[in-house]
Every structure is written in C-alpha cells, then in structure tokens.
C-alpha cells in the first residue's frame, strides 16, 4: 500500500496563549503539549501516514491547529483564509509547503473567511459551517471552486461551538457523529449517530477500519468498536483546553 501523507505542524512556544471562544481558559502545559503533539504524530506514522512538517511559527499561539488553513479535494488546495485575523500569518508557509508538494492552489480572498476546522467532506456533500469563523462570502467562493468537481456544499449554522467539526465528524460509512448538546442542526445531516462525550465526536480516519480519537472519549471508543471500527486512541488533552481535537492537528493530503 502506497503511503499516505498528511501535513502537521508542532505547538509554538506561545500555545497557551492561543484563542478560546467558548470554553473558559485553563492553563496548558506547553511542555506535555509537545509530548502530546509527537504522540499524535507516531499514531499517524504507525498507522501508515508520511506526517510532512509545515514550518512553525512561533509568533502564532494557533498555528498546530494546521487544518484551519486549508481544504484539499485531491490535487486541489483551498487555502483558507481564517476568521480570526491574527491567525492569517499562518498561511504563507502552508501555501509554500503544498506548492513545493505539487498540490495546484486557490485561495479565499476578502471580504470570504473560510477555516478548514468548519468544512466536513461526506462523500460528494461538503457541509461547511458558518458562525463565527467563516461567512456566506467564504461559502460562496468555495462553492464557485468545487462546482467542476460535482460537490454539494451544504451550509450549516454554527453556534454552540468554534467549528462544525467541533461539533460533527463522520465515520468511513458517511455516518456523521456528534454529541447532541453541541449540534445545531442534526437533521441537515443524511445519517447521524449521538455519541455520549464530546470528544467522542471528533475522528480521524487512518484507512481500513482504524479511527484517530481522543483518549478522553472511552464510551464513544466502545461505541464505534462495536459497530466494528479499531479506535486508536491518543491523549491531547493540552489541546481541548484551546478547543483543539484531532482533526485540528492534521490535514490528510490522500
């Protein structure tokens, strides 16, 4: 089996200064953060994933959370343009990183915010959340980038949490997950299973029947185990102190 890539970028030394929205602000380790991060990355390389560095940068508290930036449908790059503004420097060395990897890129541009934390693919339905970090004009401009490629974007409101996919993340059958209390509007979803943590509604799919989640979420393990998927659990508990989860600190490129 080929190997697949995913681009990952490590935790600045100003991480415990990065935004919260909707929870209250706690202290964060910046050191177990790093042992978490690397954590996070040895899980994805045992699973089979080539885990590209994008360069760091320092000078921004929420530059780990890489999948803000960007949105990739196959060789195409939809680079973000996120809805906080100091998080916009963010982006010059993501774009030089996915250009010197072959990816073609597009870019949002003002007055659209777009981050890549708010886009969930299902299929050939894009549902992308729109609040308080991406707008109707980032949308529009999304669907006018897709629209070649037969993708369905789906607007949905967000409002209980910083991203949909806060809120909502899918299993390999297109099943979207989601604790209830934080999902707007679940019917707008084809299929969807309440899960009962948080946490538990946030996955990463590795390939075959593997699920990258947070340790933080054992009923929802239990769960998809029994519906047959292999979770691979990890402790990132430093990041959901900054509303982080682990999709926020990767993009999978294939």
Not at 235 to 244: A, P, S, T, V, W
């Amino acid at each position: 089996m080929p190997m697949r890539r995913a681009l990952v970028r490590r935790p600045g030394p100003r991480l415990a200064d990065g935004l919260v929205t909707h929870i209250a602000r706690t202290p964060v380790d910046a050191g177990l953060a790093l042992r978490q991060w690397r954590d996070y990355v040895e899980a994805m390389t045992a699973a089979g994933w080539d885990c590209v560095e994008v360069p760091p940068v320092d000078e921004c508290p929420d530059g780990v959370f890489v999948e803000d930036t960007m949105v990739v449908f196959g060789d195409l790059v939809v680079l973000a343009r996120p809805g906080a503004e100091v998080r916009r420097p963010e982006l010059a060395a993501v774009r030089e990183t996915v250009a010197d990897l072959g990816y073609r890129t597009v870019a949002i541009e003002a007055p659209g915010t777009l981050d890549g934390g708010d886009v969930l693919k299902v299929g050939d339905t894009v549902y992308v959340g729109r609040g308080g970090r991406t707008n109707d004009a980032g949308i529009a401009q999304l669907r006018d980038f897709l629209a070649v490629r037969g993708r369905r974007v789906v607007p949905v409101g967000v409002r209980t949490v910083l991203h949909l996919k806060s809120a909502v993340t899918a299993l390999p059958d297109g099943t979207v997950i989601g604790y209830p209390p934080l999902v707007d509007h679940p019917e707008l979803f084809d299929a969807f299973l309440p899960v009962p943590e948080p946490a538990g509604a946030h996955v990463v799919l590795l390939g075959d029947d593997q699920l990258l989640m947070s340790a933080s979420a054992p009923a929802s393990a239990a769960l998809f185990a029994g519906r047959g998927y292999r979770p691979v659990p990890v402790d990132i508990g430093e990041f959901e102190r900054l509303e982080g989860c682990v999709t926020c600190l990767s993009v999978r490129l294939s």
